[in-house]
């Protein structure tokens, strides 16, 4: 984040470099820096003549440097930006060549997602020297809340840690699902808005009630009740709810809390460091411990591991997954 805030920085300062390599597992900051670079190194005047827009899948490595190679028109820049670059792995390395004499009067732009170049090869040692080289790293859960609050911030509102933990567990950790949602939320909500669970079931659709955060929640404060309604819920809308979605959540938490208790030190910043959790999950391994002695959970995950056998269908006929959930909770429970 501080990198791409920096690149943005130094553009708009004019400081620009005459290659931006844009790679990795996530693909949103490098959308993000492309699209910038498209909107904010020429004006609209000097575009028609001195920007393209190339694909990987239509283009060769050749033809990209040739193009790189020519002068602007009535400009100080060209700018050319090679989005799906990736499919250019094969190739990458002639991009060398061209490094050796590069052209000052053109910005070649390089969107390579979900793949990075190998640290060890000449080319990318060259880019690093001559240019911008951003890896645009995969967030983990544990960090998507304060991501979410950056963003939303950014807007002029603030969202509650309910609500951020919803939109996570619905659209998981793809940034760019995310960032769409909160957009519309924010189309929607007037400036300085709070958005709240209540807005996101409703102009969403994820329930505020029923979901693997109210579960856990329940498991964790042994609210049987609630839990067993929320496993009704969910064996009624299975294609919401997939049962791998949920075992895989529990089993998440019951892996950290035993993780929790092995810890001789339970300060916040200890276990938020060493669980990779956030601020706002911490009270739930506070009362877990509470509610499940160290044993407990050993057994929980084994039970865990069999429900997850039973739901492949290994060992037995398939169950429904209403059925399981309640195996499920019975055996935590218990």
Same mark, same amino acid.
């Given at each position: 984040?501080?990198? *791409?805030?920096?690149?943005?920085?130094?553009?708009?300062?004019?400081?620009? &470099?005459?290659?931006?390599?844009?790679?990795?597992?996530?693909? +949103?900051?490098?959308?993000?820096?492309?699209?910038?670079?498209?909107?904010?190194?020429?004006?609209?005047?000097?575009?028609?003549?001195?920007?393209? *827009?190339?694909?990987?899948?239509?283009?060769?490595?050749?033809?990209?440097?040739?193009?790189?190679?020519?002068?602007?028109?009535?400009?100080?820049?060209? *700018?050319?930006?090679? /989005?799906?670059?990736?499919?250019? =792995?094969?190739?990458?390395?002639?991009?060398?060549?061209?490094?050796?004499?590069? $052209?000052?009067?053109? =910005?070649? *732009?390089?969107?390579?997602? +979900?793949?990075?170049?190998?640290?060890?090869?000449?080319?990318?040692?060259?880019?690093?020297? /001559?240019?911008?080289?951003?890896?645009?790293?995969?967030?983990?859960?544990?960090?998507?809340?304060?991501?979410?609050?950056?963003?939303?911030?950014?807007?002029?509102?603030?969202?509650?840690?309910?609500?951020?933990?919803?939109?996570?567990?619905?659209?998981?950790?793809?940034?760019?699902?995310? &960032?769409?949602?909160?957009?519309?939320?924010?189309?929607? !909500?007037?400036?300085?808005?709070?958005?709240?669970?209540?807005?996101?079931?409703?102009?969403?659709?994820?329930?505020?009630?029923?979901?693997?955060?109210?579960?856990?929640?329940?498991?964790?404060?042994?609210?049987? !009740?609630?839990? @067993?309604?929320?496993?009704?819920?969910?064996?009624?809308?299975?294609?919401?709810?997939?049962?791998?979605?949920?075992?895989? !959540?529990? +089993?998440s938490y019951f892996s950290k809390l035993l993780l929790y208790h092995g810890l001789?030190?339970?300060?916040?910043?200890?276990?938020?460091?060493? !669980?990779?959790?956030?601020?706002?999950?911490?009270?739930? +391994?506070?009362?877990?411990?509470?509610? @499940?002695?160290?044993?407990?959970?050993? $057994?929980i995950i084994s039970i865990l591991k069999d429900i997850d056998l039973k739901n492949?269908?290994?060992? &037995?006929?398939?169950?429904?997954?209403?059925?399981?959930?309640?195996?499920?909770?019975? /055996?935590?429970?218990?």
């Amino acid at each position: 984040m501080d990198q *791409v805030i920096q690149i943005t920085k130094d553009i708009k300062a004019g400081t620009i &470099a005459p290659i931006y390599f844009l790679m990795g597992e996530e693909p +949103y900051y490098i959308d993000k820096l492309s699209e910038f670079i498209e909107k904010n190194i020429l004006n609209e005047e000097e575009k028609s003549f001195n920007q393209m *827009v190339l694909y990987g899948r239509d283009v060769s490595m050749q033809e990209i440097i040739s193009n790189a190679k020519r002068f602007p028109l009535m400009a100080e820049k060209q *700018v050319i930006i090679v /989005k799906e670059a990736q499919e250019l =792995v094969r190739t990458i390395d002639q991009l060398d060549d061209y490094l050796e004499h590069l $052209q000052p009067t053109t =910005v070649l *732009v390089f969107c390579y997602k +979900y793949k990075t170049l190998d640290k060890r090869k000449k080319v990318y040692k060259n880019i690093q020297k /001559k240019g911008v080289l951003y890896e645009s790293k995969k967030l983990r859960e544990y960090q998507i809340e304060a991501w979410l609050k950056r963003i939303i911030s950014g807007k002029g509102y603030s969202i509650e840690p309910k609500a951020s933990a919803m939109l996570v567990e619905f659209l998981g950790t793809d940034l760019s699902k995310i &960032a769409n949602e909160l957009d519309k939320l924010t189309i929607i !909500l007037p400036k300085g808005s709070a958005i709240t669970a209540e807005v996101v079931e409703y102009n969403i659709g994820i329930s505020k009630d029923f979901n693997n955060f109210e579960m856990i929640k329940a498991i964790v404060d042994r609210d049987q !009740l609630k839990a @067993y309604k929320i496993a009704h819920y969910f064996s009624q809308n299975p294609k919401n709810n997939p049962m791998v979605l949920t075992l895989g !959540l529990v +089993y998440s938490y019951f892996s950290k809390l035993l993780l929790y208790h092995g810890l001789k030190d339970k300060s916040a910043m200890n276990v938020v460091k060493n !669980l990779k959790i956030s601020q706002y999950g911490l009270k739930d +391994y506070e009362i877990g411990f509470k509610n @499940y002695p160290m044993r407990k959970v050993s $057994q929980i995950i084994s039970i865990l591991k069999d429900i997850d056998l039973k739901n492949k269908g290994v060992g &037995a006929s398939a169950m429904p997954q209403g059925d399981l959930l309640k195996e499920m909770l019975a /055996k935590i429970f218990n």
